[in-house]
């Protein structure tokens, strides 16, 4: 699932402005999934999921948009920090498909790994980096979200099967809809049950790993959103 939102000018750079949430523009809330919240006695997501702390929101980049997007409305760790409301000094991104030195797990809050142009069946030396530095971080017991190449990369790291999606490629606007499981999930629990997102992908999630839950599907790809253990996406 990709984030998208209306550009914000700033003179000063091309890409939109971390700090500002377009969680309203991007993300149609389910009023009826916060009363429910309220009701169960939940903390508050937007307080607990992915809190502010003095630790860091690593991004970790597996790869980049098309040259001319980027140049346009910034990368994929640009829209990430952006639609999290990360502030800059709590924000680092670390280029691991170029080699950049993971950092330690100790000083990171959370993690979110971007989406590829590379593909996870793909025997490359930044991916098994990338899948023994994420079960560290599971094991830390840090949050953790996959987007795109990134929840395949999860799937993999945990025991699952990633392979060349047997209805081609999924690409453009389209519709997912939430499962059951999604109902009280800390993030997707809160969104409506039927919504457009932006997609492009060639491989799948062909088997789970052990207790992944589905969250969101359509006709063409039944993964297309899992949770693999609390707080892993």
């Known amino acids: 699932i990709l984030l998208s939102g209306q550009k914000r000018v700033n003179p000063t750079r091309k890409w939109p402005v971390r700090g500002v949430s377009r969680r309203t523009e991007s993300c149609p809330v389910n009023p009826a999934a916060i009363k429910r919240r309220q009701r169960a006695g939940l903390?508050?997501?937007?307080?607990s999921l992915m809190a502010v702390t003095e630790k860091l929101t690593l991004v970790l980049k597996t790869g980049g948009t098309i040259p001319a997007?980027?140049?346009e409305w910034g990368d994929f760790e640009d829209w990430i920090f952006d639609a999290m409301s990360v502030p800059e000094a709590q924000s680092l991104c670390i280029s691991v498909f170029e080699g950049e030195p993971l950092p330690d797990i100790a000083s990171l809050s959370s993690i979110v790994i971007t989406?590829?142009?590379?593909?996870?069946?793909?025997?490359?030396?930044?991916?098994?980096?990338?899948q023994e530095y994420i079960l560290e971080v599971i094991e830390a017991g840090l949050p953790v979200l996959g987007i795109c190449f990134g929840h395949q990369l999860l799937a993999h790291t945990l025991g699952g099967k990633v392979d060349?999606?047997?209805g081609g490629r999924e690409i453009g606007t389209t519709?997912?809809?939430?499962?059951?499981?999604?109902?009280?999930?800390?993030?997707?629990g809160d969104l409506v049950n039927n919504f457009p997102v932006h997609t492009t992908h060639m491989q799948t999630v062909t088997n789970l790993p052990a207790g992944t839950r589905v969250l969101a599907n359509n006709q063409f790809e039944a993964h297309h959103a899992l949770r693999f253990r609390e707080r892993v996406w």
């Open 43 to 47: 903390p508050d997501k937007d307080k």
């Open 69 to 71: 997007i980027a140049k």
């Open 164 to 166: 060349w999606h047997p």
């Open 115 to 130: 989406g590829s142009p590379a593909m996870v069946t793909q025997d490359l030396q930044w991916i098994r980096q990338s």
């Open 175 to 188: 519709n997912v809809s939430l499962t059951r499981h999604a109902e009280d999930d800390e993030l997707f």
